[in-house]
């Protein structure tokens, strides 16, 4: 089992920024990636931002060059940088584990963090 913990989320104008993080415990030797998935109202979840045990990164286009996704593997915490925030930003962002590198593969997901983004 992996346990999520998020904080970060919070309201800000657009233009600012904001950080979230993730900390993970229990199995996390077992995670092979880290991911941040958001979710506005009325609309799927989708993929953020996402890095994998090797360093492997990945952005969706909505926020490549904004948002920077990174680790503190000490801590078992990842990070999500936030920067020239847009009205089109505000949803609930998720932490998700991928826990790949044991069997069964299993998805883990934080209790998730609302950012709103005003205009």
């Known amino acids: 089992q992996v346990q999520l913990v998020e904080s970060g989320g919070g309201l800000v104008q657009a233009g600012g920024s904001l950080r979230l993080s993730c900390a993970a415990s229990g199995d996390t030797i077992c995670i092979s990636a880290m991911n941040w998935y958001r979710q506005a109202p009325g609309k799927e979840r989708e993929l953020v931002a996402a890095?994998?045990?090797?360093?492997?990164?990945n952005y969706a286009d909505s926020v490549k060059g904004r948002f920077t996704i990174s680790r503190a593997n000490i801590k078992n915490t990842v990070y999500l940088q936030m920067n020239s925030l847009k009205p089109e930003d505000t949803a609930v962002y998720y932490c998700n584990a991928t826990a790949g590198l044991c069997v069964p593969k299993t998805n883990y997901w934080g209790q998730g963090t609302q950012v709103t983004v005003s205009s």
């Open positions: 890095i994998t045990r090797g360093g492997s990164i």
